[in-house]
């Protein structure tokens, strides 16, 4: 019974990290919209499932690589830019993460529905 409960705590955490993304976060949100925009796109397309797969792996990779940069952007607050010129690198290194994922993720996407589109 303990596991469970400490289950549903740590799922109420990440409920709640979430929740602070969705409300605070203006880079994820954007990033969700882009996702419904693709998962529409999916079924309007009909794409192949294996498609379905690797476009919702790379959506994936982005939200999270903007979740984790979110979390380092915390903590480098914590210590403040002022403190080290290192903290702005790092951030910097992080929200360039962020950019990749997301350039690696619209790549992705137009091999796959390039066709599609012409095929219409």
């Not at 929200?95 to 095929?119: E, Q």
Request: aromatic share 10%; proline share 2%.
């Amino acid at each position: 019974m303990n596991r469970i409960r400490q289950f549903m705590r740590s799922l109420s955490c990440a409920a709640r990290g979430l929740a602070y993304a969705l409300r605070h976060e203006s880079n994820f949100q954007n990033e969700l919209a882009f996702s419904v925009l693709v998962v529409s796109a999916m079924f309007y397309y009909h794409v192949t499932r294996s498609e379905m797969i690797v476009l919702f792996l790379v959506i994936m990779v982005v939200l999270i690589m903007e979740l984790m940069n979110t979390v380092v952007e915390r903590v480098a607050d914590i210590l403040k830019p002022r403190v080290h010129p290192y903290v702005r690198l790092i951030k910097d290194l992080m929200a360039a993460s962020v950019l990749v994922a997301s350039i690696f993720a619209v790549i992705i996407g137009l091999i796959i529905f390039v066709p599609y589109i012409i095929a219409k």
